[in-house]
């Protein structure tokens, strides 16, 4: 316990035999003296500790999820992505940030060339209904991506990403085959 010899304001946190984490603070005084003060942070620290649990369980889940993700919050920004969202939409992530407007978003997605001014506002427009959407876009590269939007409690949509490209194509050949035997 050094820090109680110096003259500074220092904080310091000591975990205890008991396993108790106690926050020390000593503050000195003009007289000479000091205050010290302890606190009790245990439950705080196992808090803290279970909220960096939960959300490294979260991200996992979110970076091994076959779909393209992307959440958007009551003011239509974007707070979170996964990396399937920026691959299926062939999208630069260093471009995008978490916090930034959805119609940022969509504005790179423009200048980039993947979405159409008229397609991005139509999209837009999607985002400030309270109401589940789906829709299929087209990739520059040439894959065909269905978007579902759903609502979240409070504001804000959860938008899903899946490649559905191959199941077009195979739409493709049956309808021609239809009309190929008619």
């Given at each position: 316990l050094d820090f109680l010899s110096n003259d500074d304001l220092t904080e310091i946190e000591v975990t205890a035999p008991s396993g108790r984490i106690v926050h020390v603070r000593k503050a000195p005084l003009v007289d000479g003296?000091?205050?010290?003060?302890?606190?009790?942070?245990?439950a705080r620290k196992r808090a803290e500790s279970a909220l960096h649990e939960?959300?490294?369980?979260?991200?996992?889940?979110?970076?091994?999820?076959?779909?393209?993700?992307?959440?958007?919050?009551?003011?239509?920004?974007?707070?979170?992505?996964?990396?399937?969202f920026f691959e299926l939409l062939e999208l630069p992530a260093r471009h995008f940030r978490t916090g930034m407007p959805l119609s940022e978003v969509l504005d790179i997605q423009i200048e980039i060339?993947?979405?159409?001014?008229?397609?991005?506002?139509r999209r837009l427009a999607l985002e400030a209904h309270d109401k589940p959407f789906t829709f299929?876009?087209?990739?520059?590269?040439?894959?065909v991506i269905e978007v579902r939007g759903n609502p979240m409690?409070?504001?804000?949509?959860?938008?899903?990403y899946v490649d559905v490209t191959a199941r077009k194509r195979y739409e493709e050949v049956l309808t021609q085959a239809r009309d190929d035997a008619e």
């Open positions: 003296g000091a205050v010290m003060t302890l606190t009790d942070i245990s939960k959300t490294a369980t979260l991200e996992s889940v979110l970076e091994s999820m076959h779909e393209g993700l992307n959440v958007t919050d009551a003011d239509g920004n974007c707070v979170a992505f996964n990396s399937r060339g993947a979405y159409e001014p008229e397609d991005a506002r299929e876009r087209e990739t520059p590269g040439g894959s409690i409070g504001g804000g949509h959860v938008m899903t």
